[in-house]
T-cell receptor, first 112, second 111 residues
Framework: NAGVTQTPKFQVLKTGQSMTLQCAQDMNHNSMYWYRQDPGMGLRLIYYSASEGTTDKGEVPNGYNVSRLNKREFSLRLESAAPSQTSVYFC???????????FGEGSRLTVL | QKEVEQNSGPLSVPEGAIASLNCTYS??????FFWYRQYSGKSPELIMF????GDKEDGRFTAQLNKASQYVSLLIRDSQPSDSATYLC???????????FGPGTRLSVLP
C-alpha cells in the first residue's frame, strides 16, 4: 500500500517548455487534488477532481490543465512553463471517513 | 475570499514545555478543521482533526475549536525537539472539497 505516489520528484524546465506531473493513489479514494506550495503562502489549490471524469478549478488554475485518467490517476500539465510556476507541487487524495487529505511526497519544479 | 490565518513564527519553546499554535478562519460555514505537521522538505501529514466545539485530545496533542470565535488551536504538551516543524491549519466546508490552508507556523523546540 504505497498511498499517493507522485513523479517526478524534481524537474528543471526552461521557460516555454511543457511537462506533466503524474499522481496515482491506491486507496480507492474518489477525490483528488493538486496544490502548489510557495514560501509564506501555504498550500494553494490548483485543481481538484471529485470523482473519475470530473475536474474543477481551484484558487490558482491559470497556466495548468488536469486529467483524471481513471479513479487512481490525476495528472497536472503545464503547457508553457513560466518562472512564476517554480514551486513545490503536491498531489493529495481525500479519505471518505474523516475527510483528511493524504499527500504525495511532492514534486519540486524549477522554471528557468 | 476565504482566509485562514496563522502566526508564521518561528515559535520557540524549550523542551518539555507546552507549545500553543493558533489559527483563525473567515468562513463561518467551515465545518471541519485539520492540523498538519510538515517537516522541512517533506509533505504534510495529519496530526489531528476536529469537527465539534470544545477540546479533542490525542496523546500529547489537544485540538481546541471555538466556532463562535472562528478560532482553532493546537496544544502540544511535553514538546520534544522532534516536534520542530511547520504546522498547517486547514479548514473545510460542509461539502468537503473546499480546503483552505493557512500559511503555517514554524515551531522550534529547543533542547
Amino acid at each position: 500500500n504505497a498511498g499517493v505516489t507522485q513523479t517526478p520528484k524534481f524537474q528543471v524546465l526552461k521557460t516555454g517548455q511543457s511537462m506533466t506531473l503524474q499522481c496515482a493513489q491506491d486507496m480507492n479514494h474518489n477525490s483528488m487534488y493538486w496544490y502548489r506550495q510557495d514560501p509564506g503562502m501555504g498550500l494553494r489549490l490548483i485543481y481538484y477532481s471529485a470523482s473519475e471524469g470530473t475536474t474543477d478549478k481551484g484558487e490558482v488554475p491559470n497556466g495548468y490543465n488536469v486529467s483524471r485518467l481513471n479513479k487512481r490517476e490525476f495528472s497536472l500539465r503545464l503547457e508553457s512553463a513560466a518562472p512564476s510556476q517554480t514551486s513545490v507541487y503536491f498531489c493529495a487524495s481525500q479519505g471518505p471517513n474523516t475527510g483528511e487529505l493524504f499527500f504525495g511526497e511532492g514534486s519540486r519544479l524549477t522554471v528557468l | 475570499q476565504k482566509e485562514v490565518e496563522q502566526n508564521s513564527g518561528p515559535l520557540s519553546v524549550p523542551e518539555g514545555a507546552i507549545a500553543s499554535l493558533n489559527c483563525t478562519y473567515s468562513d463561518r460555514g467551515s465545518q471541519s478543521f485539520f492540523w498538519y505537521r510538515q517537516y522541512s522538505g517533506k509533505s504534510p501529514e495529519l496530526i489531528m482533526f476536529i469537527y465539534s466545539n470544545g477540546d479533542k485530545e490525542d496523546g500529547r496533542f489537544t485540538a481546541q475549536l471555538n466556532k463562535a470565535s472562528q478560532y482553532v488551536s493546537l496544544l502540544i504538551r511535553d514538546s520534544q525537539p522532534s516536534d520542530s516543524a511547520t504546522y498547517l491549519c486547514a479548514v473545510n466546508d460542509n461539502y468537503g472539497q473546499n480546503f483552505v490552508f493557512g500559511p503555517g507556523t514554524r515551531l522550534s523546540v529547543l533542547p
